[in-house]
C-alpha cells in the first residue's frame, strides 16, 4: 500500500495556523499501561469545551510506521468505531477477531446488529485520515471529558494490538494527542478538505506543498480511491459507522457542494491558508 512509503512530517505543536479568515490557536504481551497522556492529570493547554470542534491529531513515535498493513489500517478504524462509546468495548475486538480470519468494516457492521449494540458516543467524529505514520480527526465534545476518554481508550487499545502483533514494546504515539481549536466555519471547511483530500495528495504529488498541485484531476481522484479517510463519505459514495457529520452536513448539505468546497480550495490555492498546519 502507498500510505506505508508516506514520508515523515512534522507536526507543530502549540503554534498558531493562520487562514485567510482569521487564525486558530493551537489551542497481553507488550501491553502499553494507561498514561497521563490520556487523562485529565496533565493540563491541556487548549481545554476541551462541550459544543466546540478540534483538529486532533498525532503521529508515531521517532517518526516509526503506526500501520503496517491493511489490517493495521482497518483495526485503527474499528477503534474508531468501537472506543466512540461510553460504555466498555473491551472484549468486542477480541470476539469478533477470534471468530472472523478476516475483519472489516461490514463484518463489524453485521456484528452490531446482530447483537443489538446500542451506543452512545463520546465524542462526534465528523471526519478522519489514517496515513502510514500519523492520523487526523475532526472532532466536537459532546459530553464533558469525551475527547479525552475517547482518545485514551483508543490510543492505549491500538497501541497494545499494534505492539502484540508486531512484537514490539513501549509507545507507540508520539506524546499525548495534539488539539487545535476550530475557531470559524471557513476554518473547518478549509481544514476537513485538508484531511480528506490534502494528506493523501501527497502520494500522486508530493511536492504540493512546495510547488504547488500541478494536476488537481489527478488529485482528486487519487482521493476519491484512498480508503482510510472520509473523502468518499463526504462525496455520498460511502456510508459510515464512524462520522457524524453535525454541522457540516448544514454547511455542504449535497456531495456536489462538498465538491465545489474542495475545487474551490485547491484551483484558489487556498489551502496556502493552512501551511502551518501541514506537517513537514
Not at 493551537?26 to 490520556?38: D, E
Request: aromatic residues 10%; charged residues 20%.
Amino acid at each position: 500500500m502507498a500510505f506505508l512509503k508516506k514520508k515523515e512530517e512534522k507536526l507543530p505543536i502549540g503554534s498558531v495556523l493562520n487562514f485567510s479568515a482569521g487564525c486558530v490557536q493551537l489551542a497481553g504481551r507488550n501491553r502499553v499501561s494507561p498514561s497521563p497522556s490520556g487523562s485529565n492529570i496533565m493540563r491541556r493547554k487548549i481545554p476541551f469545551v462541550v459544543g466546540k470542534i478540534y483538529h486532533i491529531y498525532n503521529r508515531g513515535v521517532a517518526k516509526c510506521q503506526i500501520c503496517n498493513g491493511e489490517a493495521d489500517c482497518w483495526r485503527f478504524m474499528q477503534g474508531l468505531c468501537l472506543f466512540n462509546d461510553t460504555k466498555s468495548t473491551s472484549s468486542i475486538l477480541w470476539h469478533l477477531e477470534r471468530d472472523r480470519s478476516r475483519l472489516t468494516m461490514n463484518v463489524l457492521k453485521q456484528y452490531l446488529v446482530d447483537h443489538g449494540k446500542s451506543r452512545e458516543p463520546l465524542v462526534r467524529i465528523m471526519a478522519y485520515c489514517l496515513m502510514g505514520n500519523h492520523y487526523h480527526l475532526i472532532s466536537e465534545e459532546i459530553q464533558e471529558g469525551g475527547i479525552t476518554k475517547f482518545m485514551h481508550k483508543l490510543g492505549v487499545g491500538y497501541a497494545n494490538y499494534f505492539n502484540n502483533k508486531h512484537k514490539r514494546v513501549g509507545s507507540l504515539f508520539q506524546g499525548r494527542f495534539k488539539n487545535v481549536l476550530v475557531e470559524t466555519d471557513q476554518q473547518l471547511l478549509y481544514l476537513l478538505v485538508y484531511i480528506n483530500v490534502l494528506n493523501p495528495a501527497e502520494f500522486v504529488a508530493p511536492n504540493w506543498k512546495e510547488q504547488g498541485i500541478p494536476n488537481i484531476g489527478k488529485v482528486l481522484q487519487y482521493a476519491e480511491s484512498y480508503i482510510w479517510g472520509t473523502h468518499l463519505e463526504y462525496l455520498g459514495k460511502r456510508k459510515s459507522l464512524i462520522i457524524d457529520k453535525g454541522i457540516l452536513d448544514e454547511m455542504l448539505p449535497t456531495p456536489e457542494a462538498y465538491l465545489e468546497l474542495v475545487c474551490g480550495v485547491l484551483r484558489g490555492k487556498k489551502y496556502e491558508a493552512v501551511a502551518e498546519l501541514m506537517l513537514e
